[in-house]
């Protein structure tokens, strides 16, 4: 495991890893808490559901969902309808991808060599008791809210699991990675005042590049000031008193 790839063997796993592997040929990860025993706490949307926007987007992803195809695993049995919280062994979380491990308290300069978002961050971990103790405290609550792949991911609950760490702006892009990434993309291709800076193809793409790399640097978790540490207890708490207002009105 190193700069060039997070790849990892089962053997080498610890309960308590943020583990993720790749979807639809490199297009996106499917992040969870391997907990031991060969099982693995993630957060999902129903199969074809992933997205959460509720148009034909949703049925093009298929990332989070277990037992996709072929017979339901004999020891998770058919997931394929469930949502929120779940737990799963490790070959059905895995859906024949590779396994990878997440990587905490990165230097900058480690951050941004890996190009692409949604493999490490700056951010630390708690200790492994504590994030297996979120983990199954959410799993029992389902307690991690609605799936939203912009705002409250897979990865987002991963990151929750180690650090302990919400954003607290209404607005935000979300924690994860991959959507920082990919926000980070847009911003530097759309942003206007590239064309000003230079004339060259080859200035303009380290003009580009540049924007790219600032732009997921201080999107991180780890060096954001909008972040506050939440218990997983408050956090259940408060998302049982939303749904009850929900409710209510």
């Not at 808490?33 to 949703?58: C, K, N, P, S, W």
């Not at 394929?80 to 859906?95: E, M, P, Q, W």
């Not at 200790?127 to 799936?147: E, K, Q, S, T, W």
Request: proline share 3%; net charge neutral.
């Amino acid at each position: 495991m190193g700069v060039l790839s997070n790849r990892i063997e089962r053997e080498g796993l610890i309960p308590g890893d943020h583990i993720y592997s790749w979807r639809s040929s490199y297009i996106y990860a499917h992040h969870g808490i391997y907990v031991g025993d060969g099982m693995v706490i993630h957060f999902t949307r129903a199969a074809g559901q992933e997205i959460g926007t509720g148009t034909v987007l949703d049925q093009l992803f298929f990332s989070s969902s277990p037992s996709n195809t072929g017979t339901p695993c004999e020891r998770c049995g058919d997931q394929r309808r469930l949502h929120g919280v779940i737990i799963s062994c490790l070959d059905c979380f895995l859906a024949g991808g590779n396994l990878y491990l997440f990587c905490y308290s990165v230097t900058p300069a480690f951050f941004l060599t890996k190009a692409r978002g949604g493999t490490c961050t700056l951010a630390a971990s708690d200790l492994p008791d504590v994030v297996i103790h979120r983990a199954r405290y959410l799993l029992d609550n389902n307690g991690f809210g609605m799936y939203c792949l912009f705002k409250n991911n897979c990865e987002d609950f991963a990151i929750y699991c180690k650090t302990g760490l919400l954003v607290e702006t209404t607005f935000s892009v979300g924690r994860s990675g991959q959507i920082s990434s990919l926000s980070a993309a847009l911003t530097a291709i759309a942003s206007s005042p590239l064309q000003f800076l230079t004339t060259s193809a080859s200035g303009l793409m380290v003009v580009a590049t540049g924007m790219y790399c600032v732009g997921r640097f201080v999107s991180d978790i780890g060096i954001r000031r909008d972040v506050n540490k939440i218990p997983v207890e408050t956090l259940v708490a408060q998302m049982c008193m939303g749904e009850s207002r929900t409710t209510a009105t």
